[in-house]
Nanobody, 121 residues
Framework: QVQLVESGGGLVQPGGSLSVSCAAS????????MGWYRQAPGKQRELVAS??????NYADSVKGRFTFSRDNAKNTTYLQMNSLKPEDTAVYYC????????????????WGQGTQVTVSS
């Protein structure tokens, strides 16, 4: 069993900052990639940021405003969101691609339960 537990999020005014974090736990053998996605009402889920093989990628819409980091020892990722805009409002989902112990090296994708981020005055 693997769990991704998200924390953080909430309501903030435009121009403000928020942070969210995601802790992966359970029978994890190795994590290949972790990331954050978001889904706004009526829209498809989209990638916000990801870390894989030591490389960090950001969606163009958040570059320069969001910072994504990973603590390998804690299997935890952090998304610091600055200069937030109303269009950043969405449910943010943590994602991990990993192999589990005694899993034969097969990679699985796991999702967190999602956390709401609302940017509004």
């Amino acid at each position: 069993q693997v769990q991704l537990v998200e924390s953080g999020g909430g309501l903030v005014q435009p121009g403000g900052s928020l942070s969210v974090s995601c802790a992966a736990s359970g029978s994890i053998f190795s994590i290949k990639a972790m990331g954050w996605y978001r889904q706004a009402p009526g829209k498809q889920r989209e990638l916000v940021a990801s870390i894989s093989d030591g490389r960090t990628n950001y969606a163009d819409s958040v570059k320069g405003r969001f910072t994504f980091s990973r603590d390998n020892a804690k299997n935890t990722t952090y998304l610091q969101m600055n200069s937030l805009k109303p269009e950043d409002t969405a449910v943010y989902y943590c994602n991990a691609v990993l192999s589990v112990t005694a899993g034969g090296g097969v990679l699985y994708r796991y999702w967190g339960q999602g956390t709401q981020v609302t940017v509004s005055s």
